[in-house]
């Protein structure tokens, strides 16, 4: 199992780091008490379990029970469970800004003067976590998607474009758009099948329909132009940050060709090696 700790300083960017993660496919688990990750880990070990990578975020925001973390983490490497140690840090003038501009408390001052004798506090409370660290990312200078780029540079072993899921619907115009889209391309443009006595109670998953569709030069040029740039789109996403694409085919009904150009683009993206999902919204 690949096991990560998340930790480091308030108003580093922990949170943005554990959404990175949750992109990753790790399931995340915030501020759990120490005591408790060696039960979990128990728990998801079996072979049952679909839960291959799991980070937990561990912080002093867990209070008494933060106390028992290094014990706990050293306990784990002695029954032999590898795990990585991220420690996220800035500057004490960066920190003080982030929590004037955000207006929060630190979790710290309740027990000292003022945020910054919080920090402080923190940065000598964490010191033993730091040394054990693994990697060590100091978010002074970093916007969230180069904090998220560097998780994924940490994290990611095959950083090709094939590591990119794209999701791919079909849908009805008259049902609505899918408000999840990121792209949508509207196949109304397309001679429809419905007006085709033969073809009118089939669906774009039959492949009478799909050669209907298809045989349209229109049709053809489209797959092509847009399976191009998306292609071209993916790398420039993936360095923004982000690992996954919501693209949606809309005809009128949701039957004919917005299904049809839907299989026919995930038949190409299976071709080149690519993740995907599918799903024909209005189908039924």
Known sequence: MDIVIVT??????KTQAVICLEDLGYYCIDNM???????????????RSEIKKVAFVVDI???EFFADTIECLNNLKKKGIEYKIVFLEASLEVLIRRYNETRRLHPLATDAPSNIDGIRKEMKTLEEFRKQADYIIDTSNMKAVQLRQ???????????PESFT?????????HGIPLDADIVFDMRFVANPYYVPSLKNLTGNSQKVRKYVMKHEEAKKFLDSIYD????????YIKEGKYHLNIAFGCTGGQHRSVTMANEFADRCRAEGRRITLEHRDIK
Do not use: C, H, W
């Open 33 to 47: 008490p120490p005591a408790l990750i060696n039960n979990f880990i128990d728990l998801v070990s079996g072979q």
């Open 166 to 174: 794209v999701n791919i619907k079909s849908f009805g115009y008259k």
């Open 8 to 13: 480091g300083l308030s108003g580093a960017g």
């Open 150 to 160: 560097e998780i994924n540079n940490i994290f990611t072993t095959n950083k090709r």
């Open 229 to 236: 740039l998306i292609s071209f789109m993916i790398p420039s």
């Open 61 to 63: 925001r867990g209070g």
